[in-house]
């Protein structure tokens, strides 16, 4: 008797300690749950804050080429432009947004601050400052088919170079038959061709994606401004 007490004493016992150790067991876990939680929020709020510094230091960057080019004319008294770009001529009679007369921005800056300004939808200061980078820089690798693209996209939106717009995706049509953008071009272009008052145009590029072209969101695009124009004509 006293021998099966002594037995279930230990086994009361050893199931306290298992007991609590459970309850450590589980409060550690809850600690680690707790803890990986606030980590993961302390590092969204890294990230964030490491994306904002990368848009302050490009601008620092634009500012510290813009300086160094200004204190390097002051000291020699002459020219820095690199020997291959062409005299600057001013391709904007009114508004001029990019000055490159005065500031003589390299390849780089232009690209830079033509993408930011697009990707922010200030249309009318990314389309000068593609145009730039295009005619100042003709043969630079960096002058793709895409720069090409968005080039003419900024020049619509700003609803003020339509001219830009059709140089620049004929060209990306002519050179890069097989891109990506091609179809997104030949859209930009009826568009422009319908801004201008070229109907001729715009109803032929209708048709020709009528009839290949019919699956696409283009076809989409196309379809719904000129089911916008027979409603007129029908009114």
């Known amino acids: 008797m006293v021998r099966s007490i002594i037995i279930l ?23 680690y749950e707790a803890r990986s939680l606030e980590l993961a929020r302390e590092n969204r709020l890294l990230n964030a804050q490491i994306s904002d510094l990368k848009y302050e230091l490009e601008g620092h960057k634009s500012k510290n080429a813009y300086l160094q080019l200004q204190l390097g004319a002051g000291k020699t008294g002459t020219d820095r432009s690199p020997a291959s770009v062409p005299t600057v001529r001013s391709v904007y009679p009114e508004n001029d947004l990019v000055n490159q007369a005065t500031f003589k921005w390299g390849a780089k800056e232009l690209m830079a601050t033509a993408q930011k300004e697009f990707e922010q939808k200030n249309y009318e200061k990314s389309a000068q400052f593609f145009q730039t980078f295009i005619e100042q820089y003709p043969g630079h690798e960096a002058l793709n088919d895409s720069v090409l693209f968005q080039a003419g996209v900024a020049s619509y939106e700003s609803g003020k170079h339509i001219d830009w717009v059709l140089k620049n ?20 272009m009826a568009l422009a061709h319908l801004k201008q008052g070229d109907s001729k145009a715009f109803f032929g590029t209708v048709e020709e994606f009528r009839k290949k072209y019919r699956n696409t969101t283009e076809w989409q695009i196309l379809s719904a401004h000129y089911e916008r124009i027979l409603q007129k004509y029908k009114e």
């Open 9 to 31: 004493m230990c086994c009361l016992f050893t199931a306290c300690d298992m007991v609590k150790r459970f309850e450590q067991r589980a409060a550690q876990v809850n600690n």
């Open 169 to 188: 995706l004929d060209t990306l049509l002519v050179k890069y038959p097989t891109s990506k953008h091609y179809r997104g071009a030949k859209l930009w």
